[in-house]
């Protein structure tokens, strides 16, 4: 695989949230707004790097039986670190993220990356990944943080563009469920209307040839 | 705080999928079924309370004493996934009935946030008793369940219906877990 494609393939084709479903509750739990998104979404990208790159480079000394106990030592381990950093520089994103922070360390997508990826992968090609899948969760979270603040309070990244305060309910806790549930079903729709468009082309080709 | 209060608001109120969005992971994977989503939340009652308990004893007697409650994610990971190794290998010698009814559920409940979230919220702010932490823990299970039974029950009749093509599967699901959250908030005036 070459290094572009270990980079793109986490951001579009094999997005952890839209395609993978991976992480769920965190991209519920705190995107009620873009800015929460984001936050949540480059905290993630942080312990994901750093989980990579160090797994990446233990990955020969770490006996094939307790990898699994290793792994989670060492996510664990950056999540405490990133608890640390953020209480110190910034209290009031992690005041609003709360419980989401900790539970960094189940997120399947970090344990999913390290067990599938980072064990058998070099450190470049590492990082790469790491780096493809950590902006590509961040995006997701960004986007549907950005529709359920638009739609819930009329603003987007505390820009406000519209009096009053929208439909509540895309703030609360239904919106988050909706929200993501009409993301996917458009991204869908799109990646429908391709196929069929590739397999309508690959007729004409085909057709013109004979 | 009252117990009778404490088991209402984690089941019906804050219900911890609907409302906390905790343990969605498991609440869209294995709730195609009435029978598997009944297995998984067996597992997921007895791991939390064992799990609570045991932590809430860490928290309260090693951490604090001593200082280092830094530590707390750390700790309370490595409880967590010990204690499911730990129920697996009793329940196989002890019960193998239930451990052919638990058994492959117990080590997707390691990655379950679920467990982590309600250990961490029972030694929170809420200043809870041993008591009143496994009684929470047992509650936010039981609601857990609740919410895992009723939704898989919605997906079993939806496996019938006519579903425009571009929102069948997951979309719809989603919709659906919406749907079943507008409805849990209905609770919210009870507290």
Redesign the interface.
């Known amino acids: 695989m070459s290094k572009i494609k270990i980079f793109s393939k986490g951001i579009l084709k094999e997005n952890a949230v839209f395609v993978m ?5 965190p991209v ?2 705190t995107t009620t707004s873009a800015i929460n998104g984001l936050g949540m979404g480059v905290a993630t990208l942080f312990v994901l790097l750093l989980s990579n790159i160090t797994i990446s480079l233990i990955k020969n000394i770490v006996p094939d039986m307790v990898r699994i ?1 290793v792994f ?2 060492v996510i ?2 950056l ?2 670190v990133l ?2 950093l953020m209480q110190a520089y910034t209290p009031g994103l992690y005041a609003t993220l709360g ?1 989401f922070i ?2 960094i ?4 997508m970090i ?1 999913g990356r390290a067990e599938a990826f980072a064990s058998k992968n070099s450190l470049v090609d590492s990082i790469l990944d790491a780096l493809g899948m950590g902006l590509g969760f961040t995006l997701a979270l960004t986007i549907l943080g950005a529709v359920r603040e638009v739609l819930g309070s009329g603003s987007v990244f505390d820009f406000k563009f519209m009096d009053g305060d929208g439909m509540l ?1 895309f703030v ?7 929200g ?3 993301i ?2 458009i991204l ?2 799109i990646k ?1 209307n391709k196929e069929a468009k590739a397999k309508l082309q690959a007729v004409e080709i085909n057709t013109k040839k004979k | 705080m009252d117990i009778f209060l404490i088991v209402i608001s984690a089941i019906f109120v804050n219900n911890i999928v609907l409302a906390k969005f905790l343990g969605v992971c498991p609440f869209m994977g294995v709730s195609t079924k009435l029978e598997t989503s009944f297995g998984m939340t067996g597992a997921v009652t007895f791991v939390m309370v064992i799990a609570t308990t045991v932590t809430f004893l860490i928290q309260n007697y090693i951490l604090v004493p001593f200082g280092i409650e830094f530590m707390q994610t750390i700790i309370f990971i490595l409880v967590i996934a010990s204690l499911v190794q730990l129920v697996e290998i009793v329940l196989k010698k002890v019960s193998p009935a239930l451990y052919q009814a638990l058994g492959i559920f117990l080590p997707l409940i390691t990655t379950n946030c679920a467990v982590l979230g309600v250990a961490i919220l029972a030694v929170g702010p809420a200043d809870f008793s041993l008591i009143e932490a496994v009684v929470y823990a047992a509650a936010n299970a039981v609601g857990f369940g609740l919410a895992l039974a009723t939704f898989a029950g919605l997906r079993e009749h939806m496996e019938l219906a006519n579903i425009p093509k571009g929102m069948a599967g997951i979309p719809i699901a989603f919709v659906t877990a919406g749907l079943l959250a507008l409805a849990f908030m209905g609770f919210a005036g009870i507290a």
């Not at chain 1, 360390?105 to 399947?108: P, S």
């Open positions: 479903l991976l992480g769920l509750c519920l739990g106990p989670i030592v664990a381990s999540v405490t608890q640390l419980l900790p539970l360390v189940v997120n399947c344990l309910v609360l806790a239904p919106g988050g469920f909706l993501l549930g009409f996917i079903a869908n729709w429908r």
